[in-house]
């Protein structure tokens, strides 16, 4: 058994696993086969069910996560937002890249057949939800919406921080599926750690979307890898985040820079992947004293347990290093076995650079840390030991001499990059793009918004084949509507 929320979370007896997964590879076939039309209604209907079941759920997961039920509600709209978002993108069709070229006899260098080329389901995924997000990512969160948008079965692993949670959330998007006329065997869900190891190399499962720590992640992904049959691994795992303030910005607006970090860093105790972990400021500034003056020791209460003692060993092993001085006190915080009190410490962007394995580390919860730099050029010095991230910030003027420079080299290592803004705060649009190079993820895709759905499907290519046996989408009457791309020309 699991035990992080200090309730017990059974694990998955061998004959429940082995119902669930055959049920899930015995779905795949009919799911592939469902047209959008179908599909998108299977989504709507969950979303359906699961705001049904609101008024239960939030307690539940109110009750595992200690977040507050105002926060928790908001989820849940996000949540069924999403996953009508991706029945409007199922039926709008173009994720499908549907594209033809008809024979030509007289192409060169040589007679072309007839060729079409759409997007299939890969088959059954895994997903690895997270817990600071038990529902937008959780067992009906981003993953589990844009796989079944794609056509796959769900075989859900629990997250041992909602035992409370997790049996009520999962009958609720089963109710909805049942409703929408879905196959048995779309979603289950199955726990326990060894088997989530097992379903990763389960043969049955064709891809995995995690969201969760490098560790874990990295130990998963490794196993996806060393299969018989490797299989994509969509991880999310760490990421720092880092906010760069320009002299001019500095100079122009320190006290409303210093609130608004603080307000972004300190958001959900700190527990957000999007949380700005490094903030880079002129050395001459204000801004590390307005930080040092602004924030509280008012505690805040985290997740569970685990990530409390990580919070502890990982920002005491970054304020103790000798080119970090505090801002702040302690961390500890006796109100309980879930408070901690913020922490931010101060170093410099030499110091950065010469010891970055040592102070270049995501600490989940409200730890940040200030680095003050001399120049510009030193700046983008420092820039060459960051790793990659889910975002980069630039703060800036309107007529400022360094935010183009800063932009573009801030967009090699970046997945979106932010420009007078923060980076908490993930918008679900065509637009977003919630990823970003390792350690940040370990793929070029978002797992937000619509192209999300682009992890779980693989392209088939269908030569001189007749009508009658092409999927609708490629048949030259289109009954699905679909747009597709004719010998090179969009229609």
Request: glycine residues 10%; negative net charge.
């Amino acid at each position: 058994m699991e035990h992080i929320a200090g309730v017990p979370l059974p694990d998955t007896t061998t004959e429940e696993y082995e119902r669930v997964l055959s049920a899930a590879a015995t779905a795949a076939t009919s799911l592939a086969r469902a047209e959008p039309s179908k599909r998108s209604h299977v989504l709507r209907s969950v979303a359906d069910a699961v705001d049904a079941r609101a008024s239960e759920l939030v307690p539940l997961a109110a009750a595992d996560s200690s977040l507050p039920e105002g926060r928790l509600r908001g989820e849940v709209t996000r949540t069924t937002m999403q996953l009508r978002m991706f029945a409007d993108v199922v039926e709008e069709g173009s994720w499908l890249e549907a594209v033809i070229d008809t024979a030509d006899p007289d192409a060169q260098p040589a007679p072309r057949p007839d060729l079409r080329r759409m997007l299939v389901p890969t088959g059954p995924v895994a997903v690895f939800g997270a817990s600071n997000f038990p529902f937008a990512f959780g067992l009906g969160g981003g993953d589990t919406a844009s796989a079944l948008a794609a056509g796959c079965p769900v075989v859900a692993k629990a997250h041992p921080a909602q035992p409370r949670l997790t049996t009520a959330y999962a009958r609720a998007i089963d109710e909805g599926l049942r409703a929408g006329g879905a196959p048995d065997g779309t979603f289950g869900v199955v726990q326990g750690t060894d088997i989530g190891r097992r379903l990763v190399q389960d043969l049955r499962i064709t891809a995995v979307g995690f969201t969760g720590s490098t560790a874990g992640g990295r130990a998963l992904a490794d196993l996806a890898a060393a299969r018989p049959v490797p299989i994509p691994f969509y991880g999310e795992f760490g990421s720092i985040n880092p906010v760069f303030v320009t002299p001019a910005a500095a100079e122009e607006r320190s006290g409303t820079i210093a609130g608004e970090f603080l307000e972004s860093l300190l958001l959900g105790a700190g527990q957000f992947c999007t949380k700005p972990g490094l903030l880079f400021v002129p050395e001459q500034s204000s801004i590390e004293l307005l930080v040092g003056t602004a924030v509280t020791d008012d505690p805040f209460r985290l997740l569970h347990k685990g990530i409390r003692q990580s919070y502890f060993d990982v920002s005491r092993e970054i304020l103790e290093h000798p080119d970090v001085r505090p801002v702040t006190a302690s961390a500890q915080a006796d109100l309980d076995d879930l408070s901690v009190r913020p922490v931010i410490g101060v170093t410099d962007a030499r110091a950065l650079q010469q010891n970055s394995r040592a102070l270049i580390k995501e600490c989940f919860g409200p730890f940040g840390l200030i680095v003050t730099y001399t120049s510009i050029a030193e700046l983008h010095a420092t820039m060459t030991v960051l790793p990659g991230t889910l975002t980069a910030t630039v703060h800036g003027t309107d007529d400022d001499p360094h935010a183009a420079a800063l932009l573009n080299a801030l967009a090699r290592c970046a997945g979106r990059v932010i420009w007078n803004g923060w980076p908490t705060g993930v918008a679900v649009s065509w637009a977003q793009q919630h990823g970003g190079p390792y350690p940040a993820t370990n793929s070029v895709h978002t797992s937000v918004g619509p192209t999300a759905i682009r992890r779980f499907l693989r392209p088939v290519a269908y030569q001189s084949v007749r009508q009658e046996h092409l999927p609708p989408g490629l048949v030259d009457a289109n009954p699905w509507g679909l747009p597709r791309r004719v010998n090179g020309l969009l229609s």
